[in-house]
């Protein structure tokens, strides 16, 4: 960082003005507390216990150490902001330095800039920094100062209802995420919160947990909160993995044969998981015949002891061996030469969880019924504003992930519950719960050629409702 006069100006004005800040939080009595509680809550919710955090601008450390991390470094201009952080959470590192000219030998799975950017002389700068401190894996968090507040807050400043500050940089969600893109960032959603910044009984808790959500009101919310990761490199392969091909199979023996004739090779193996579930028909025992038959296909059969499609997945999954795990349904509507396509999006880094899509390109005549395609299409929409992240297709059965993503998808299971019986919305809670990269990887669909579908429309559709509805509760109205 170059020491233009102008830039030394702006260092001293900012620690003179952020130690006094310090000293008057010991005794601060306006809105901040009410705001920072709320923000405590949020980021919370993102970020797991037991991680490796990193925050620029920790102020006392409030934050960070309310997110309970493994290892806890924060960083701060102002030499009394860290004094203060030291004494309240010993356990936690703390260093005092301008982020613009810091220097780290380490790298974090969370960086989290909370109320920062506003005052930061070269954002990029910043940006092209903790760059260096990411992994693959790592995941950026901002929140930054809606520009309609500039005004409010101003007032709020001279009623001394919230505390003094130098002059800001205001900028746009497209702002924060252009200037993530220069920095080698890629963002992953966007969203608002904090529409009342003041402890209102009943008014803040409505505006804070349910109008902020909605399209009218979002637009007023005090913060914007960005989450990005690392951009990956373009289709880099340097390395093969290990793929297992978890195949849910009831009453599907007419498929089996064209399963194992058709299932493709991919990275440095591929395994095929069949997990049969109370079948009518012989498929349990058509697929012993086949694997007999195909002794150069590494095959496994497992029957299934619980019910639905989402318990033989686990099944599957709980005998995988490969590095990435994906779902093929016995049906074959999606067909098993579409699968490397998903390898290739998931092995370049293109994203974390790779979602099949069939409702872009055209579908054979009979693939879908149309009260099935208009419930694809209103479940989309749902998802879509729940995880704030396109998904145009929750119902699809050929779902890619990473096998360490999916154990951590399981271990926390418990937050969403175990209800689900067909598997698709455990996992895309989970992943979007996770901040995991969703990707939408549209196919042709095709038309079952043997059996029925196992689906139930009417009775299966009230299901998922409610579901989408407990789910709201956990992912979007927290």
């Not at 997110?67 to 924060?74: I, N, S, T």
Request: aromatic fraction near 12%; proline fraction near 5%; charge should be neutral.
């Amino acid at each position: 960082m170059q020491n233009t006069d102008k830039f030394l100006e702006y260092q001293t004005n900012h620690e003179k003005h952020w130690d006094t800040v310090a000293r008057q939080l010991d005794h601060w009595k306006g809105w901040g507390g009410y705001y920072r509680n709320r923000l405590k809550k949020v980021y919370h919710f993102i970020i797991p216990a037991g991680m490796d955090v990193l925050e620029i601008g920790c102020a006392r450390g409030d934050l960070l150490a309310s997110l309970e991390p493994k290892r806890g470094v924060g960083i701060d201009f102002s030499n009394e902001m860290i004094e203060r952080a030291q004494l309240r959470h010993p356990e936690m590192h703390f260093i005092h330095a301008d982020i613009h000219e810091v220097e780290l030998n380490e790298k974090f799975d969370y960086i989290i800039l909370s109320d920062l950017i506003n005052d930061l002389w070269d954002v990029e700068t910043v940006f092209h920094k903790i760059r260096a401190w990411s992994k693959p894996s790592t995941r950026i968090i901002l929140n930054y100062y809606n520009r309609l507040w500039e005004w409010p807050l101003a007032l709020a400043q001279k009623l001394h209802l919230a505390q003094r500050t130098l002059p800001q940089n205001w900028l746009s969600v497209d702002d924060v995420k252009n200037l993530l893109y220069l920095g080698n960032f890629e963002v992953i959603r966007e969203w608002e919160e904090v529409l009342a910044p003041l402890p209102v009984p009943i008014l803040a808790p409505l505006c804070n947990y349910f109008l902020v959500r909605t399209w009218l009101f979002r637009s007023l919310a005090m913060t914007a909160f960005t989450l990005a990761r690392p951009m990956p490199g373009a289709m880099k392969e340097t390395s093969q993995s290990r793929v297992s091909v978890v195949v849910p199979a009831r009453n599907e023996a007419g498929n089996i044969k064209h399963i194992f004739e058709r299932i493709p090779q991919m990275g440095s193996g591929t395994e095929l998981i069949f997990v049969e579930g109370h079948s009518h028909d012989n498929t349990y025992e058509t697929i012993q015949q086949q694997i007999k038959a195909h002794p150069e296909v590494d095959a496994k059969l497992f029957r299934q002891e619980g019910k639905g499609k989402g318990d033989a997945v686990r099944l599957g999954y709980a005998h995988a061996n490969g590095d990435i795990l994906m779902i093929l349904d016995a049906d074959l509507t999606v067909p098993p030469e579409d699968l490397p396509r998903f390898y290739h999006a998931i092995q370049s880094g293109r994203g974390d969880f790779i979602n099949g899509v069939r409702l872009v390109y055209p579908m054979e005549k009979q693939a879908m019924r149309f009260f099935n395609y208009i419930g694809n299409k209103t479940f989309s929409l749902l998802f879509s504003y729940l995880l704030d992240q396109p998904v145009k297709d929750t119902l699809c059965g050929t779902k890619v992930l990473w096998k360490k993503d999916y154990e951590r998808i399981a271990a926390n299971r418990a937050y969403f519950g175990d209800f689900d019986p067909f598997g698709d919305f455990d996992l895309l809670f989970g992943a979007a719960k996770l901040n995991l990269k969703i990707i939408d990887l549209p196919i042709r669909y095709k038309e079952r050629t043997y059996g029925t579908t196992n689906i139930q429309r009417w009775k299966h559709g009230w299901l998922l409702v409610k579901m989408v509805v407990f789910a709201a509760r956990r992912v979007k109205f927290i």
